[in-house]
Nanobody, 126 residues
Framework: QVELVESGGGWVPPGDSLTLSCAVSGRTFSSYAMGWFRQAPGKEREFVAG????????HYDDSVDGRFTISRDNAKKTLYLHMNSLKRADTAVYYCAVVSWPRSDWQQSEDDYDYWGQGTQVTVSL
């Protein structure tokens, strides 16, 4: 059974930083590409960032490029999302997910992911 557990969400004022973590069990973590998505109130879930199975290739949505960094620690079986210069528009529930097939590059479509975490709330506000 594959399980993804996010943590690190919370409330921060605009301009602050936050790091999300996603602990993965039940799958050979180092063999699979991973991604972060988010869903704001009243909006559809959207891609935020993706990382290849080896960690050497990453991709970001334009809205977070230059502010967010996705990384992975294969020894700890953990995925991270380091978020800097947070904006009110970044307020959302953030989800981590694992790509369906091994040894792939980053993927942007939700359809390419088969397991998801429960989500962690990030609120950016004064």
């Amino acid at each position: 059974q594959v399980e993804l557990v996010e943590s690190g969400g919370g409330w921060v004022p605009p301009g602050d930083s936050l790091t999300l973590s996603c602990a993965v069990s039940g799958r050979t973590f180092s063999s699979y590409a991973m991604g972060w998505f988010r869903q704001a109130p009243g909006k559809e879930r959207e891609f935020v960032a993706g990382i290849s199975w080896g960690g050497g290739r990453t991709h970001y949505d334009d809205s977070v490029d230059g502010r967010f960094t996705i990384s992975r620690d294969n020894a700890k079986k953990t995925l991270y999302l380091h978020m800097n210069s947070l904006k009110r528009a970044d307020t959302a529930v953030y989800y981590c997910a694992v790509v369906s097939w091994p040894r792939s590059d980053w993927q942007q479509s939700e359809d390419d992911y088969d397991y998801w975490g429960q989500g962690t709330q990030v609120t950016v506000s004064l």
